[in-house]
């Protein structure tokens, strides 16, 4: 007979079972399932009618000590039953150790370090209920120490590290403090904090007043109202791999340049993921803003000359990344989509570059708004947003160049006294209404060199802008245009004044391609030689339509390099060249 083998999703050990033995031993695990099940439900009831025990603080298992107080190297040398000193002689290899005391904080700071440079470690001892007055551990002008897996919870400060360096702050947990600093860094620099607990208080980790040069990384902080904050001229510091979700904001700057926010989980926060405050100089790169409550990443009044790049800013409820009265800030190859606004600049956000991001399935790819100014946006994918792939709006002097704006509901919108803005070689097309739309006085701008296809309706709509010009652009399927021109199917509309849909040099100009215009052509110059009218009558036109899809046409000083160039090398050439 055949026999069967067994078909598990893993490697158990067992194959070729015969078909013979396998009932039999179903049976037998089948009878010992069976009476494992009734003695377990017997002792499961025997354990229920037990009176149920609440287990105590996990001070307890702390022996007990009064606050500790060490002043001074020489502080180390008392007795240990008065300093809490273990063991160790203060050296980096044989560190003093203060280990396994349980102590109250309710009449003095727990533990407390100050004037120190040897060496020294505090470990899992437990500090607590210092109320409205006491820290748990508290280190002043020390160095050389390292603090780590204590248990600190209700302290006025869990831990505070005060004009101290060279300290390790690592694997400690801290749980509510009476002053909403959870763990203190106060004029201290190039010190380690990581690995840490800090939740439940106003501020998990706090980095503040000069305090430069660290290294915050791998913490968790959550449940706080602000995770871990950089504030009052803290500098250089490195902030990375942490956890700061579920606060109301995540990872807050105020005041603070130069430091480095990288690869830390800022999601599910009340307002904002990260949120930079007066902050300069900073680079926030690889952070996860997801799902908050606000806006992923939020920079705002003069956060200038930052660095975004990287980061994924995802499903948050107004905006992943927005910046306001901030300028000269560079966002690159960030993902902000499923947002209301992916990228958003607020009013006076000058001089900003936003290049090689992902803005896709919001409702605004990018925004920019409200007098923001000479703002350059390029190399974006801005596609299946529900409104607009870019949006300007009372917004002047920017450049849009290779963008990406498909299956929106317009491409490219410039709106309400958006004036001197140049969009050079975007790709519009397959969107719902308009591939480019220009309407409410936005004058003087510039449509260079754009691929305007299949977009519903028309590729470019212009409603009241006067002195615009359209010129070395590709029209193609827009407005349902087939392949001869249909006053039903005009690919363009202007409703403007003075605008122009070609340049005006000489002997003739440069207009744009359109499907359904290429013919006749009888000089064979690349010209058709019937103007594309945008209206079924007289009214607006494209006096030199091209004959082919508009390839860039540079100007004379972009030919003369590469032409005299090539006079260069031909001359060398044959100077060079010998007869044999």
Not at 263 to 274: A, L, W
Not at 321 to 332: A, D, F, H, P, R
Not at 464 to 470: E, H, K, L, W
Not at 565 to 574: D, M, N
């Amino acid at each position: 007979m055949e026999t069967k083998k067994r078909s598990i999703g893993y490697d158990d050990g067992v194959s070729d079972l015969s078909e013979s033995s396998y009932p039999k031993k179903v049976k037998i695990y089948s009878v010992i399932l069976i009476m494992t099940l009734l003695i377990s439900a017997v002792l499961l009831s025997v354990v229920l009618t037990l009176p149920l025990e609440v287990p105590e603080r996990s001070y307890i298992s702390y022996t007990t000590h009064a606050p500790i107080l060490i002043d001074g190297d020489a502080g180390f040398l008392g007795l240990n039953a008065t300093t809490g000193i273990s063991r160790g002689s203060g050296t980096s290899v044989d560190p003093y150790i203060i280990e396994g005391w349980g102590v109250d904080a309710s009449t003095a700071n727990g533990i407390q370090i100050q004037n120190s440079h040897l060496f020294f470690t505090i470990r899992n001892c437990y500090a607590h209920d210092g109320g409205g007055s006491y820290r748990g551990i508290y280190l002043f002008t020390c160095m050389n120490g390292t603090v780590m897996g204590n248990n600190c919870s209700n302290n006025f400060d869990n831990i505070l590290l005060s004009v101290s360096s060279k300290i390790s702050v690592y694997n400690n947990n801290c749980s509510y403090s009476t002053s909403g600093y959870s763990m203190v860094l106060h004029k201290s620099g190039n010190n380690s904090v990581h690995n840490n607990n800090c939740n439940d208080s106003d501020i998990g980790i706090l980095v503040a007043t000069s305090s430069n040069n660290n290294s915050v990384y791998n913490n968790n902080c959550s449940l706080n109202e602000r995770g871990i904050v950089l504030d009052n001229s803290a500098i250089k510091n490195r902030v990375s791999n942490n956890n700061c979700s579920f606060n109301d904001r995540g990872i807050w700057l105020w005041s603070s340049s130069e430091n480095r926010i990288s690869d830390n989980n800022c999601s599910s926060n009340n307002y904002d993921g990260i949120w930079l405050h007066t902050s300069s100089n900073c680079t926030i790169s690889n952070n996860t803003c997801k799902s908050n409550a606000q806006y992923g990443i939020n920079l705002t009044s003069s956060s200038n000359k930052n660095t975004l790049i990287n980061n994924t800013c995802s499903s948050n409820s107004l905006a992943g990344i927005v910046l306001e009265s901030s300028y000269n800030n560079t966002m690159s190859n960030n993902i902000c989509s499923n947002n209301p606004d992916g990228i958003f600049l607020g009013s006076l956000s000058n001089d900003n570059t936003i290049r090689n991001n992902t803005c896709s399935n919001n409702q605004y790819g990018i925004t920019v708004f409200s007098s923001s100014s000479k703002n350059t946006l390029s190399n974006n994918t801005c596609n299946s947003n529900s409104l607009h792939g870019i949006y300007l709006d009372s917004s002047s002097d920017d450049v849009l160049s290779n963008n990406t704006c498909s299956n929106n509901q317009y491409g490219i919108t410039v709106y309400s006294s958006s004036n001197r803005n140049v969009l050079n070689d975007n790709t519009c097309d397959l969107n719902t209404n308009y591939g480019i739309y220009l309407d409410l006085s936005s004058n003087d701008n510039t449509i260079v060199r754009n691929q305007l296809r299949n977009n519903t309706l028309h590729g470019a709509y212009l409603g009241t802008g006067s002195n615009n010009r359209i010129w070395n652009n590709t029209f193609i399927g827009n407005n349902g245009a087939g392949s001869t021109r249909d006053t039903a199917h005009l690919q363009a509309h202007d409703g403007g004044t003075n605008n122009h849909w070609n340049t005006s040099d000489s002997p003739h100009g440069y207009g744009n391609y359109w499907s359904d215009w290429t013919t006749p052509d009888a000089d064979f110059d690349g010209i058709v030689d019937k103007t594309y009218n945008l209206t079924a009558g007289v009214g607006p036109m494209d006096y030199y339509p091209l004959t082919t899809p508009a390839p860039p046409i540079p100007e004379f000083s972009e030919l003369i390099v590469p032409i005299l160039g090539l006079v260069l090398i031909a001359l060398i050439s044959g100077r060079t060249r010998k007869r044999p």
